[in-house]
């Protein structure tokens, strides 16, 4: 277990931060608490009183990271009640996180180490993407959305596959700006070829 706890003040962000641009490029095992301070600007010691150990800075990070998906999920329901148009636009949104926010690229790669370095936090990012997704399809079901005879579960797995595979492209090819239009793309053709031809009216 890490030593310390981020603090929710100003004092913390800086440095929550510099460990971000760090980790988004790094596996955890090779960043130390030393390279935290000096992205930084600050000593070991500074930073350590302000945050805690290196195991505390990326519990911060994961933290981050984590808000801002289910920011998304909550903003694409803001804009529709439409559960496919919902999956759609989580997918644009999640993308936008990924090509414009650096915590948002170090969480998912310190998501991935956590059975290893974070095994209290019990992460599981295809459990979380699939119980979504399910939900969405499930919705889109009961209200006659999807065409006759889909495998919402199947369609489930197609879908987040897809969308963890496409997440692993961009972070190979590094081409995060990319991400919003990949994946809206993934999720519109998965939907596209379950969607029931003619919506019923509402």
């Known amino acids: 277990m890490g030593r310390g706890r981020v603090s929710a003040d100003d004092d913390a962000a800086p440095v929550v931060a510099a460990a971000a641009g760090l980790l ?7 960043v130390n608490l030393e390279d ?3 992205a930084a600007g600050l000593t070991v010691d500074e930073v350590l009183a302000r945050v805690g150990d290196l195991h505390a800075v990326a519990a911060a990070v994961l933290t981050a990271e984590g808000g801002s998906m289910r920011a998304a999920m909550a903003a694409a329901r803001e804009r529709s009640d439409d559960p496919l148009d919902v999956l759609v636009t989580t997918f644009r949104l999640v993308g936008e996180n990924m090509a414009s926010r650096v915590e948002v690229r170090a969480g998912m790669r310190l998501a991935a180490e956590s059975h290893r370095h974070f095994p209290e936090r019990h992460i599981d990012p295809y459990r979380t993407w699939r119980a979504f997704v399910v939900g969405q399809l499930a919705e889109a079901e009961e209200r006659e959305l999807l065409r006759p005879g889909v495998d919402v579960e199947e369609v489930a797995w197609l879908l987040v596959s897809a969308g963890m595979g496409t ?6 090819r590094d081409a995060w700006d990319e991400a919003p239009q990949r994946l809206e793309g993934v999720a519109a053709t998965a939907v596209g070829l379950v969607a029931a031809p003619v919506r019923p009216a509402r």
Do not use: Q
């Open 24 to 30: 988004a490029a790094r596996p955890y095992a090779e």
């Open 36 to 38: 935290v301070a000096d």
């Open 167 to 172: 997440k692993g492209l961009l972070e190979f």
